[in-house]
């Protein structure tokens, strides 16, 4: 598959995390490479497709 050229691959960014809080615990989150850390609880969040993932399901 080709990925479009007329649309930017869209990418994660610090901004974008303002507007979003930890499903568990409700702190802020921040970039931690490619994936999400809550500055709360130190969850980890993947971020798949440029999307973040805030699932609070999966306990490991
Ligand atoms: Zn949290």
């Known amino acids: ?7 930017p691959v869209r990418r ?5 995390l303002l507007h979003l809080a930890c499903p568990v615990c409700h702190a802020s ?5 490619s994936a999400i850390l809550c ?3 130190s969850r980890r969040y993947p971020v ?3 999307l973040p993932v805030l699932l ?3 306990a490991h």
């Open 56 to 58: 609070s399901g999966s």
């Open 1 to 7: 598959m080709q990925p479009n050229p007329g649309l």
């Open 39 to 41: 500055t709360g609880c």
């Open 48 to 50: 798949v497709d440029g």
């Open 29 to 33: 989150l921040q970039l931690e490479g």
């Open 12 to 16: 994660l960014t610090q901004q974008d």
